[in-house]
């Protein structure tokens, strides 16, 4: 059983938004419960089906790697109170995703193969193959979509010369951005991983604290490869074995689809699904080094209804 879709009406509600794949729930302009569901999206586009455990995977990892760098930047997190919820603090978020790249990989690597040299206003060296190590890690942001629009691709200067961030909160941002991915790629490289790229998005609490929101290292904002063999493969020209959601997006272009106009998409059998939800929990295991827990599925919905709710009272 999966769960695509919450109408929760809990105590002290004040509104509900729908992102891609998390619903969140405003509690007396207060908290924010934040149900991670099982839907997938690729190419910025929502996967009609949803994949089994991928919610619960996902909230697990992203609130476990807050409590890992939470010494080095502040988070929004406050309690888990069922395996796909968080509940936080609520924030004004800032409308661009901190994009970081430590390699020239998914969408760094396809700009670069039609001939781009300079991605969101940083250039990136000639002579560079697909999955190259960039000399230092960039910053590539993303002006932040709203459901079923493609995140687009914007500079530094056009971020501030707009007026989507202001200078001092850009620093703040780009500070924390390189300090957590810094961490994890120390954790990643302890559990025989690279972290490859990843995107973080920040907030402001009600006191104007820039904390990090969302989630964090996890396969669906992240990629990841294995450690063992990089360097071989690379010097052969061969693909990377990779820890991320890069598998579902190749299954969809080999299928035809990118999520460009007029592009249908291919059908996901419930065998295909399956493997998608295998391949998750595979990268739970590796990212996270032990073993995945599956929740009851039973009832998802009156789950996480009942967990929230208790959780509420006892505020």
């Known amino acids: 059983m999966t769960i695509t879709d919450t109408n929760f009406n809990f105590p002290g509600q004040k ?26 999206s690729a190419f910025d586009v929502v996967m009609p089906k949803g994949i089994p455990f991928k919610g619960q995977i996902l909230n697990q990892i992203a609130t476990k790697f807050m409590a890992q760098t939470e010494d080095l930047v502040p988070n929004w997190l406050v309690a888990t109170p069922d395996p796909n919820v968080a509940v936080g603090h609520l924030c004004e978020p800032f409308k661009v995703e901190m994009v ?7 969408h760094a690597a396809r700009e670069y193969k039609a ?22 890690p960039i910053i590539t942001p993303a002006t932040k979509a709203e459901m079923g629009d493609h995140d687009e691709d914007i500079s530094r200067e056009d971020i501030i010369k707009k007026g989507i961030v202001s200078e001092a909160d850009y620093l703040v941002l780009e500070d924390y951005t390189r300090k957590l991915f810094q961490r994890g790629t120390e954790i990643a490289a302890e559990r025989g991983l690279i972290l490859v790229d990843t995107k973080y998005e920040f907030g402001k609490t009600k006191d104007g604290k820039i904390v990090l929101i969302d989630e964090i290292h ?6 990841y490869f294995y450690a063992e063999g990089y360097e071989a493969r690379q010097e052969r020209g061969e693909a990377q074995k990779q820890l991320s959601k890069e ?10 689809f990118q ?28 990212i996270m080094g032990e073993p995945f827990v599956k929740a009851d599925v039973t009832n998802i919905q009156e789950r996480i209804k009942t967990n929230v709710e208790n959780y509420l009272a006892s505020i």
């Open 100 to 106: 970081i790249r430590g390699y020239m990989s998914g």
């Open 115 to 136: 001939g781009k040299r300079e991605l969101c206003g940083v250039v990136m060296p000639e002579g560079m193959v697909e999955n190259d190590k960039f000399p230092e």
């Open 15 to 40: 509104s509900l938004y729908k992102g891609k794949v998390r619903a969140v729930y405003n509690i007396n302009d207060d908290l924010l419960v934040m149900v991670a569901t099982d839907r997938l």
């Open 247 to 256: 598998f579902v997006r190749q299954w969809l272009i080999t299928n035809g």
């Open 259 to 286: 999520g460009l106009e007029g592009q249908a998409l291919p059908e996901m059998t419930d065998a295909y699904i399956e493997t998608v939800s295998e391949r998750y929990i595979e990268l739970y295991e590796n």
């Open 218 to 223: 996890t396969p669906d904002s992240s990629r």
